[in-house]
């Protein structure tokens, strides 16, 4: 079964702008963390949320899990263009092994 | 910040060749992956290494892989025979415990010709 699948595939937007985004994955988990790629590059740790936690935030990230809708959400506030990357949520449901979603391409226009 | 190091970068391979993608992880961490990203696509998992063996592995990582820690610091994934489906981007991981943040790796690019 699919886990982790980002909605949407693709978002631009502007500067300033608030950019969401969505993941929702099928299986009981453990916890889901959110990865940012840059095009080429590695995957870079964001944000970790356990299953028993609704709400947590970096800096300029929030991210929310609902475990009744099995969904969670990336919002990122007041973009800047160096925000633009590929963002993926990667759920752990067992033994440490995560499945990636297909991600969201995310750009921000200066 | 401690970070998971890999090489080569980039590596061009004949079809048939073995390779060997190094990784050292994060100093303190016991559990270890390979995780693959064909262009395009999805990160899929590969295998994951503790405690000096393979805890779990992917349908992906058949005969033709194997993983070894060779030392206190090294972990590397061996594809003995590659193929033009191997070209992709492989990913090393790391973590201190099951459950806890998982630290990738800048990739080695594989393209095989």
């Known amino acids: 079964s699919q886990q982790g699948e980002e909605d949407p595939q693709a978002l631009s937007i502007q500067e300033g702008e608030n950019a969401t985004m969505n993941c929702s994955y099928k299986t009981s988990i453990n916890n889901l963390q959110w990865y940012r790629q840059n095009s080429g590059r590695g995957l870079v740790h964001l944000i970790l949320?356990?299953?028993?936690?609704r709400e947590k935030h970096s800096g300029r990230l929030r991210v929310t899990l609902d475990t009744s809708k099995k969904s969670s959400s990336l919002l990122i506030t007041a973009s800047r263009a160096a925000d633009t990357a590929s963002y993926f949520c990667a759920t752990d449901n067992q033994g440490g092994k995560l499945i990636f979603g297909q991600g969201t391409e995310l750009s921000v226009k200066p | 910040e401690p970070e998971v190091t890999q090489t080569p970068s980039h590596q061009v391979t004949q079809m048939g060749q073995e390779v060997i993608l190094r990784c050292v992880p994060i100093s303190n961490h016991l559990y270890f992956y390979w995780y693959r990203q064909i262009l395009g696509q999805k990160v899929e998992f590969l295998v994951s290494f503790y405690n000096n063996e393979i805890s779990e592995k992917s349908e992906i990582f058949d005969d033709q892989f194997s993983v070894e820690r060779p030392d206190g610091s090294n972990f590397t994934l061996k594809i003995r025979s590659t193929k033009l489906e191997d070209s992709a981007m492989y990913f090393c991981?790391?973590?201190?415990?099951?459950?806890?943040?998982?630290?990738f790796g800048e990739g080695s690019w594989l393209t095989v010709v």
């Open positions: 991981a790391s973590t201190n415990g099951i459950g806890d943040t998982i630290y």
């Open positions: 949320i356990r299953s028993n936690e």
